[in-house]
Every structure is written in structure tokens, then in C-alpha cells.
């Protein structure tokens, strides 16, 4: 896990007195961010089942199935949450976990973006493309702020559509999703859903590489002005 602030994803919650409990009784467990980390694809794979699952129910069952990926989905980001707690405020990170931290989080959205295109697809047959498309968007997000880190940039995590703006959207698709075969054709919302956070996604790669080229240029142009002044 990254070991300072700036290198850290802000989280307001991170701060509530119930968050840094658990957390503090998730070390006390000895339980590692690593194995944190990667809680996370379970819970996002239960989330990806739960909404495929969805696609082919009927009756009293499709009423519950989004409920269930909604848990899933907020399982994955407690999970996110409480890995950097452990690691950074716990004094427990270790060299590999950045990798940790950040492959689970790659693999944890192309589930629930691929599936919610899958279960939108009893409404238009593209639909499972959009939601491959979202999900490659999605990774690319993430490697373009790694990638200008690398280079020397801070940290990016601006939206629009940053995992945290992708998973509130998915979540309320979701909820909406429960309603949706009393008033409109099933999948309707969760297209919708997969759609906006593809969009968006091209957006915060876009926002984020001319953050990143803007920052590398003039810090370029501030080093020549300093060799000059030697």
C-alpha cells in the first residue's frame, strides 16, 4: 500500500470513528492489507454472479438479486477502504503492496462492468459490448494515474468517472434495477448505467493525461530554467 498521503486516494470516510475501529480490529485479527486486498474480488465476483444470475430470473427472485450485487459492490469498496487503513494507519504496508493494492482493484471492476453489460443485454443485444468497453475504459483510467506516477506526476484520482463515482452509479443502478421490470423493459438502467461510465471513463483518461502532460511540461520547463540559472 502506498505510505503517503498524497499517493493515497482521498476518502472522507476514512476519518469516522466506526471505520478506524474496524479497522484496528482487522489488525488486531492479524489480518494483512494483502488478504484485504483481495477480499475484494470476491466480493466483486458475488456482485458479477448476482447480476448475471439476474439476466435469466424472474418472479419474486429478480426483486433480490440486485439487492444482492448492491452488497457485494459496497463489500468491495469496504474492502479498499479498510486494506489502506490497515496498511498505512496500522504501520503494516509492505514492499509488494502496491501491487496488491491496485491489480485486485483492475480485476474487481472488469467483473462488475462485464457482467452489468451481460444482465442489460435482455434489453439490447450490444449491450454486453458496452459493458466490455466500460470495463477496458475502466483499467485504463487507473493506467494512465500510474503511469503519471511513474513519470514523476502525483497521483491522479479525478473524476468524472473515478472507481468510487463508477461504483455509486452502478450501485443506484442497481437499486433502480429492483423496480425496473414494473415500469419499464428489464436491463433498460443497467445499459444506461454501463453507457454513462463508459463515456465517462474516456473523460478522466482524457482530464488525467493533460493533468499529467501539463505537470511533466512544467516541470521541464522549471528544471531547464534552473540549469540555466547555474
Request: charged share 15%; net charge positive; with cysteine.
Given at each position: 500500500?502506498p505510505?503517503t498521503s498524497?499517493?493515497?486516494?482521498p476518502?472522507?470516510s476514512?476519518?469516522?470513528r466506526?471505520?478506524?475501529r474496524?479497522a484496528?480490529w482487522l ?7 494483502n ?10 465476483a ?5 447480476l448475471?444470475a439476474?439476466?435469466?430470473a ?9 439487492l444482492?450485487a448492491?452488497?457485494g459492490?459496497?463489500?468491495?469498496l469496504l474492502?479498499n477502504l479498510f486494506?489502506g487503513m490497515v496498511?498505512?494507519?496500522?504501520g503494516?504496508s ?10 485486485p482493484?483492475?480485476a474487481a471492476?472488469?467483473l462488475?462492468?462485464?457482467a452489468a ?15 466490455w ?17 511513474s513519470?514523476?506526476?502525483p497521483m491522479?484520482?479525478?473524476?468524472p468517472?473515478a472507481k468510487q463515482?463508477?461504483?455509486a452509479?452502478l ?8 423496480f425496473?421490470p414494473?415500469?419499464?423493459?428489464k436491463?433498460c438502467?443497467?445499459l444506461?448505467?454501463v453507457t454513462?461510465?463508459a463515456?465517462g ?9 493533460r ?7 512544467d ?9 540555466g540559472d547555474?
Open positions: 500500500m505510505s498524497a499517493n493515497r486516494r476518502i472522507k476514512r476519518d469516522h466506526l471505520a478506524q474496524t484496528a489488525n488486531q485479527r492479524g489480518i494483512t492489507p488478504q484485504i486486498s483481495l477480499a475484494s474480488i470476491g466480493f466483486a458475488v456482485a458479477a454472479l448476482m448475471v439476474w439476466r435469466h424472474a418472479d419474486g427472485i429478480q426483486w433480490i438479486l440486485p444482492l448492491i452488497l459492490i459496497q463489500g468491495r474492502c486494506d496498511a498505512v494507519e496500522g503494516r509492505t514492499p509488494a503492496g502496491e501491487l496488491y493494492n491496485d491489480m482493484d483492475r471492476d472488469a462488475l462492468l462485464v453489460g451481460y444482465a442489460a443485454g435482455a434489453f439490447w443485444s450490444l449491450a454486453p459490448w458496452m459493458g468497453l466500460a470495463a477496458l475504459l475502466a483499467v485504463v483510467t487507473a493506467y494512465v494515474r500510474v503511469l503519471g506516477a513519470m514523476g506526476a491522479r484520482f479525478s473524476g468517472m463515482h463508477r461504483m452509479l450501485s443506484a443502478a442497481c437499486l433502480l434495477s429492483v425496473e414494473a415500469f419499464w423493459p436491463g438502467v443497467l444506461l448505467a454513462v461510465i463515456l471513463s474516456a473523460l478522466t483518461v482524457a482530464r488525467r493525461t493533468d499529467i502532460h501539463a505537470y511533466c511540461e516541470h521541464a520547463a522549471d528544471r531547464s530554467k534552473d540549469a547555474v
